[in-house]
């Protein structure tokens, strides 16, 4: 358990966080600014809070007033960052083993070996960092920050820098390190469906504020959050039932969805962008989409020139339309329409807890 | 050059890494001697470390050291004049390595002195390997401060450079100012190939 008490005051705003992460991966999720990157900063030591206190579990890392100070190397966080920074002048192997020469044995949780294979490394020991491609790269950085058995493992965007292909292929490597290694995590990251296939729990931050904190689901649709996941292009998450490995159940109503490993009866839930959802009058003949969900509109909201319009599918859903479409479908709240989305726009998301 | 090592880094990663009030001044004064007549240098480190000098007086009253007109002398203005370029090229060095990847390593649970010696000093080795290059170039060459500070005394401080001159004006001192000249070759050759070759080794 992770307890944050922390004020600092940066170039633009002050940040003032105080929170308990109790779940095995929590997730702060914010814009890029708002605090994130020096969040993590004040937590592995790096930079000093103005006041406040910081502890894990028992151990006090920080603590303003009982003067207590643990620099970093004392801290024990593994700490992934966005640039791997990963020691040009030594090898992958090296590289893996540094913080792991500093440990006394009985510290040492995992075998340097089982690491390896769990990341796939056994071809890159020798290589120097330099040889590696950024999925590569940020898979050894992972496994360095593993490898000193850390109380916590922090990781600040370490997939921001990768195309969307590595990032499929790193995410199964982060969802076996929080299921078979059990190292409580601590994931920041601006773009919420990385987050979603770790996690369900959520810290949002902006300028330096926890806006919310608690079950993405629950906090989602607060006023608050919604403009910021908004403007990351992901509004709309249902809790489904996986019932083939291509699709799944909700409300009586059945969802195409991109293939998943998830078993058949699995509660999980999906997310689907505003800008995706297609909406029309009568339910179409002849189209290549598969996914036609009945709904009834119940607010339209019009802001910086694009205009939302939420529908009711048994859950809120936001679909964005342009204001000429509106006209055009002559929509009014209370009116029936089908909502329309594509298979491969359905983002699949974390187990329903 | 053995001597200023230790201080040249520590300089160089006090000037690349901190700020601080008067680190233009520090600056000036490390760089001094390279700017300085050397025969000023000579003179000042005269003034300081002399018999009756500040420092002089208490090394000998209390240590029984002598440096003035003494082959610790040599060395000392030897260093003196080269500590300037080694710091050049140290600080430089360490400017060039990334201060992230110290903290990266800080965070895998290495102390600041172990994360500096690792990563960063171990990053910046070729440029250190330079600037004593540098050093021992300029020391090796070293004749105004010498012969300000500590003479020309025959098996104690007479350097290279003062043995050359002394002997070209001696009238049949020429055969063996052109042995010394030899030696200052192979001397000058022999570091010059033998950094390049530790430098190679460690980028490779």
Same mark, same amino acid.
């Given at each position: ?143 360095r ?34 299921t ?18 770790l ?22 649709h ?9 403007a ?9 039932e ?59 909201v ?13 859950k ?5 339309v ?9 929509l ?22 | ?13 006090? +000037? ?22 050397p ?31 003494t ?28 201060? *992230? ?19 960063? +000093? ?8 330079v ?17 300000t ?6 098996? %104690? ?9 002394t ?11 052109? *042995? ?15 950094? %390049? ?8």
């Amino acid at each position: 358990m992770l307890t944050l008490c922390v004020h600092r005051q940066l170039a633009e705003f002050t940040l003032q966080i105080d929170v308990t992460c109790t779940y095995p991966v929590t997730a702060i999720f914010g814009p890029s600014g708002c605090g994130k990157t020096t969040l993590l900063n004040l937590i592995s030591g790096l930079m000093r809070p103005d006041g406040g206190q910081i502890s894990i579990d028992d151990t006090i890392l920080f603590h303003a007033e009982k003067g207590i100070d643990l620099p970093p190397e004392k801290r024990r966080i593994g700490h992934v960052f966005q640039d791997d920074l990963l020691f040009p002048h030594l090898t992958v192997r090296q590289n893996l083993l540094y913080g792991y020469q500093f440990l006394a044995p009985s510290e040492r949780k995992f075998h340097p070996d089982t690491i390896i294979d769990l990341l796939e490394l056994n071809t890159l020991l020798d290589r120097l960092p330099n040889l590696l491609s950024g999925g590569e790269r940020q898979r050894v950085a992972l496994g360095r920050a593993i490898l000193t058995s850390p109380r916590l493992l922090i990781l600040d965007e370490p997939l921001t820098a990768l195309d969307q292909e590595l990032k499929d292929r790193i995410m199964p490597y982060l969802r076996h390190i929080r299921t078979d290694l059990g190292i409580p995590m601590l994931y920041v990251s601006h773009a919420i469906g990385e987050i979603l296939q770790l996690t369900g729990q959520v810290i949002v931050l902006n300028r330096g504020q926890v806006l919310a904190h608690g079950d993405f689901f629950s906090i989602a649709h607060q006023p608050k959050i919604l403009p910021l996941l908004e403007a990351h292009g992901f509004e709309n998450v249902l809790p489904v039932e996986v019932i083939a490995p291509n699709r799944v159940q909700y409300n009586n109503q059945t969802l195409h969805i991109p293939p998943c490993d998830r078993v058949s009866g699995t509660h999980i839930f999906i997310g689907i962008r505003a800008n995706d959802i297609i909406l029309c009058r009568q339910r179409p003949a002849g189209l290549s989409i598969r996914n036609a969900l009945s709904a009834q509109v119940i607010d339209i909201v019009e802001t910086h020139g694009r205009s939302l319009v939420y529908i009711d599918v048994g859950k809120r859903l936001a679909a964005e339309v342009t204001p000429e479409a509106i006209g055009e479908l002559a929509l009014k709240i209370g009116d029936p329409v089908i909502c329309l989305i594509k298979t491969h726009a359905i983002r699949i998301g974390p187990d329903v807890s | 050059m053995v001597i200023s090592l230790p201080f040249a880094v520590l300089l160089g990663w006090v +000037l690349a890494r901190k700020n601080f009030r008067g680190k233009l001044i520090l600056d000036g004064l490390c760089h001094l001697p390279l700017v300085l007549p050397p025969v000023v240098v000579g003179y000042l480190l005269l003034l300081l470390l002399g018999r009756r000098g500040f420092l002089g007086q208490i090394l000998s009253d209390w240590f029984g050291l002598q440096i003035a007109f003494t082959w610790r002398g040599a060395v000392l203005a030897a260093a003196v004049v080269g500590f300037p370029l080694m710091l050049r090229a140290v600080r430089l060095a360490i400017e060039s390595v990334d201060p *992230r990847l110290e903290r990266a390593a800080r965070t895998l649970g290495a102390n600041p002195l172990r994360a500096f010696f690792s990563i960063t +000093l171990r990053l910046a080795a070729p440029g250190v390997l330079v600037g004593s290059l540098l050093a021992f170039a300029r020391s090796l060459g070293e004749f105004g401060a010498t012969i300000t500070f500590v003479s020309n005394i025959a098996g %104690e401080t007479r350097t290279l450079p003062l043995a050359i001159f002394t002997y070209i004006n001696q009238p049949d001192g020429e055969a063996a100012a052109a *042995r010394l000249v030899l030696l200052s070759i192979i001397l000058s050759l022999g570091a010059l190939i033998a950094s %390049e070759t530790v430098a190679r080794k460690m980028k490779s």
